[in-house]
Nanobody
Framework: QVQLMESGGGLVQPGGSLRLSCAAS????????AEWHRQAPGKQRELVAS???????NYADSVKGRFTISVDNAKNTVYLEMNSLKPDDTAVYSC?????????????WGWGQGTQVTVSS
């Protein structure tokens, strides 16, 4: 079984930076794709960024030029580098990802538990 664990959240001042990690553990043969979402209190969940195994990335307009999604295949870890943070970026950030779990085409998809990011002075 595969598990995802996010880390890296915290309190940061406006203009600051954080790097979130989404680490997968278990029997993994390879990475397929992943997404980072966020949900602020009283708001709907928002897709922030996505990445495919070939390297294609997509970003919400609200974070383009400030956030970067990447994957380290050797560590089975997806990152979200967040720069020039604003108070509006305050939310619980969660990742979901799909991994290959065998050499016969089997896959696993799931969510991590989320990590709080608070941008405030």
């Amino acid at each position: 079984q595969v598990q995802l664990m996010e880390s890296g959240g915290g309190l940061v001042q406006p203009g600051g930076s954080l790097r979130l990690s989404c680490a997968a553990s278990g029997t993994i043969f390879g990475f397929n794709d992943a997404e980072w979402h966020r949900q602020a209190p009283g708001k709907q969940r928002e897709l922030v960024a996505s990445i495919m195994s070939g390297g294609t990335t997509n970003y919400a307009d609200s974070v383009k030029g400030r956030f970067t999604i990447s994957v380290d295949n050797a560590k089975n870890t997806v990152y979200l580098e967040m720069n020039s943070l604003k108070p509006d970026d305050t939310a619980v950030y969660s990742c979901n990802a799909e991994f290959r779990i065998d050499d016969a085409g089997g896959t696993w998809w799931g969510w991590g538990q989320g990590t709080q990011v608070t941008v405030s002075s």
